[in-house]
């Protein structure tokens, strides 16, 4: 049966393990610098151009309201499943948070982060 609580020598052995597997690899794997391996590697395909060039805020603003929306559909699935068994109040909980996802989607169809043009 495994003890629950490990000794000291338990934990010694458990966070040494870890460590001596980064050592060994650092010594046993080649180190090989050259042109090839400091260049950047974009699919095989050589980089033309400069890589440094600015994005649109409008692309972040809809990213951002994507990765909210879509977290929050997350926070309604578990709800839906089980309604019958948690009742009312978890009925007008999800009813608020779609009020305040509408709300919000709303505000940002007006400010124009919807808009890919």
Do not use: H
């Amino acid at each position: 049966m495994i003890d629950p609580n490990p000794s000291t020598l338990g934990k010694a052995k458990i966070n040494a393990i870890p460590i001596l597997e980064f050592l060994i690899s650092g010594v046993l794997v080649p180190v090989r610098k050259g042109l090839e391996k400091l260049s950047s590697y974009e699919s095989g395909i050589e980089p033309m151009g400069d890589a440094w060039f600015q994005f649109r805020i409008r692309y972040y603003m809809f990213a951002l309201v994507f990765v909210v929306f879509d977290v929050e559909t997350v926070f309604l699935y578990p709800w839906a499943m089980s309604f019958d068994v948690l009742g009312i109040s978890v009925f007008i909980e999800a009813f608020i948070l779609m009020l305040i996802l509408i709300v919000g989607s709303v505000y940002a169809w007006r400010k124009g982060a919807l808009e890919w043009s």
